[in-house]
């Protein structure tokens, strides 16, 4: 079912292109050439995407900088290895992707996964009815309580919901480049981006002040209002 | 086409995506406009998207940007130094600079002298002078009796390091009594090889 006619709210979430592509082959070349110092430019615009992945999957700050770093790091010395059939940015996501979930393995963090990690994706999921949904404006970003709300509702979610959530909908990567960085199929993207949203949707639409209240799945002790 | 409930929300998601062909979007639409609780997936799912796709969602953490270059110098800029060396030339870099204040400092203070015995056996020269490190005297550049890389300090700071003036060239220098003029340029104060004489 491909449409390529999009409505004012579709294009709202559309997937941006990339302009700088030629750009960053050139410093790619130039780069393999010796003026190593250009690396600093062919990442800068993508310094928060990684470290935003590397969060997402470890949930933790520090760890998510001293990953994001590695993963840097780990790209310059492999540059070599970059083929440019695919985009820069999707294969630096993958070596950052790579490198959190090795730092994840070690430190065990895997043992605390959250219990929808176990269910079927590809069963229905039934959004809960309510009805006094309150927008949550975009202006509350502002607050940083809100936002650490909300990023505490995105760490409730089972790791691979997050990871196709935040490629998809917070960096705004296209679904067949969130599927290339995380190594699944289209279908797979679609099908877990479907599940969290509608489960983010639950967790957020009583609104700022029943924000949780009733369907939090984060753990006891760990509620974010607290 | 008959839509129901469970089809929007299978499909919401991609009816943000753009991924629905124009027959199905259209009854999807048409179930959405007399459907609440259906409005009300839609509404959230955009709400949702919305929020999290804002700039001001995530933020980078504070000094990620030179943290980073700092761990990548090594590799990129073909340098190496260790994260302890740094901190290591870090400490020392800030020792220099707050002893160049100390000394800034200590230059506006002259004691009182004692007594007129308690003058200085000579006048120090009003030029830079040259010291060698690990030496015992400052001189003259071109000086004979200096050997090995020297720089060039104030006189009142090779005399506040422990060096006293050399007894052949600067002899020479302080008996001219203001009319010396060293063959040097004394603003420098840049390392210069020279050759023992």
């Not at chain 1, 997050?162 to 960096?171: G, M």
Request: hydrophobic share 40%.
């Amino acid at each position: 079912m491909q449409n390529r006619d999009r409505s004012e709210a579709e294009v709202a979430i559309a997937p941006r292109s990339d302009p700088a592509q030629e750009h960053e082959a050139v410093l790619i070349g130039r780069i393999r050439g010796g003026e190593t110092e250009l690396f600093y430019e062919l990442i800068r615009p993508y310094e928060r995407r990684v470290f935003v992945i590397a969060f997402t999957i470890l949930r933790n700050e520090e760890d998510a900088e001293d990953t994001a770093q590695e993963a840097f790091l780990k790209a310059f010395k492999h540059l070599a290895q970059f083929r440019s059939e695919s985009r820069f940015s999707t294969w630096l996501i993958q070596v950052a992707i790579n490198e959190a979930r090795l730092r994840q393995r070690k430190s065990h963090l895997e043992i605390m996964r959250p219990i929808e990690d176990k269910e079927n994706e590809d069963g229905s999921y039934t959004p809960h009815d309510f009805t006094d949904w309150r927008e949550i404006p975009s202006e509350a970003l502002e607050r940083k309580e809100i936002r650490e709300k909300l990023v505490a509702a995105l760490a409730s979610l089972a790791q691979k919901y997050r990871e196709v959530f935040v490629l998809r909908d917070v960096e705004h990567m296209s679904i067949e480049d969130t599927a290339e960085a995380l190594g699944i199929s289209v279908g797979a993207v679609k099908t877990r981006l479907l599940r969290a949203r509608l489960m983010l949707r639950d967790l957020l639409s009583p609104g700022l002040e029943g924000i949780w209240a009733s369907h939090s799945q984060i753990p006891k002790g760990t509620k974010p209002w607290s | 086409m008959v839509v129901k409930c469970e089809d929007v929300w299978r499909e919401i998601s991609n009816y943000f995506d753009g991924d629905l062909d124009p027959a199905p979007k259209q009854a999807l639409e048409e179930h959405l406009a007399q459907c609440a609780h259906c409005q009300s997936v839609r509404d959230g799912m955009r709400n949702v998207v919305e929020l999290y796709g804002d700039k001001a969602m995530f933020h980078l953490p504070a000094r990620f940007h030179p943290r980073l270059r700092e761990r990548l110098a090594d590799q990129v800029e073909g340098r190496r130094v260790s994260r302890r060396a740094w901190l290591v030339s870090v400490g020392v870099t800030g020792a220099l600079a707050a002893s160049a204040v100390l000394a800034a400092a200590l230059d506006h203070f002259v004691p009182l002298p004692l007594s007129e015995m308690s003058q200085p056996a000579q006048r120090l020269p009003q030029h830079l002078v040259a010291i060698v490190d690990g030496g015992k005297t400052f001189h003259v550049p071109g000086c004979p009796f200096m050997h090995g890389k020297y720089h060039m300090v104030t006189p009142e700071e090779a005399v506040r390091e422990g060096y006293s003036p050399c007894t052949r060239c600067m002899y020479e220098a302080l008996r001219s009594a203001g009319n010396v003029t060293p063959d040097f340029k004394g603003e420098e104060t840049v390392s210069i090889e020279t050759e023992a004489q």
